[in-house]
């Protein structure tokens, strides 16, 4: 059980295009799911907490209109992150919990190059 | 000063050791305490909870010292699969946010 699925794993794209990565639970419910990014040999940072059916709280430095989050139903929540510039590239990465307040559950990550 | 702070290491260890690293908190009203295991390029996965009385999982080991601070993972017995990254990863009292530590290299050689 406590299965996150993402997609896609990876995307490449070109300097102000938009890309939108799916975050799914697969066989449980949460009504929040988090969005984190980290680039190589750094540890995850949170960009965001997503809530169903409200907006999404983002961490300081975060830009919500670059990394727009929507969470349309308790098994999913999309992050797009609009012009993508070289410097977004990263791996991204959504966690969900079954049960709230307890430990999270990462999917496998979105590996975004930006040329 | 970071939230959760690990000694990067790596440890280079043989097979059938055993290796012991610590992750230290700064936040005195983090409640909840993990450690995750991360491979190269892949998504953090949930090795085990740390709780207060300090808890065994086979091979591993956790405690958690609340006075100091500190969380304490231990593998025995390590084998080649255990080499990976090791992430310390603690819950704040007020909300579901994981603070996570930049993590512990561990390579295990044959």
């Known amino acids: 059980g406590a299965v996150v699925s993402q997609h896609p794993s990876r995307v490449i794209c070109k300097s102000g295009t938009s890309v939108k990565i799916e975050c799914r639970s697969l066989?449980?419910?949460?009504?929040?799911m988090f969005w984190y990014r980290q680039f190589p040999k750094k540890s995850l940072m949170l960009m965001a907490t997503s809530n169903e059916g409200s907006k999404a709280t983002y961490e300081q430095g975060v830009e919500k209109d670059k990394f727009l989050i929507n969470h349309a139903s308790l098994t999913l929540s999309t992050l797009t992150v609009t012009s993508a510039h070289p410097e977004d590239s990263s791996f991204y990465i959504c966690s969900a919990s079954p049960h709230e307040g307890y430990e999270q559950y990462f999917g496998p990550g979105t590996r975004l190059t930006v040329t | 000063r970071k939230e959760v702070e690990q000694d990067p290491g790596p440890f280079n260890v043989p097979e059938g050791a055993t290796v012991a690293f610590n992750c230290t908190y700064s936040?005195?009203?983090?409640?909840?305490f993990f450690w995750y295991r991360q491979d190269c390029r892949k998504e953090p996965k949930l090795l085990m909870s740390v709780y207060s009385s300090g808890n065994e999982d086979g091979r591993f080991t956790a405690q958690l010292n609340r006075a100091s601070q500190y969380i304490s993972l231990l593998i025995r017995d390590s084998k080649l699969s255990d080499s990976a990254t090791y992430l310390c990863v603690v819950k704040g009292s007020n909300d579901y946010k994981l603070s996570f530590g930049a993590g512990t290299t561990v390579t295990v050689r044959a």
């Open positions: 936040n005195s009203a983090s409640q909840s």
């Open positions: 066989d449980f419910q949460a009504t929040t």
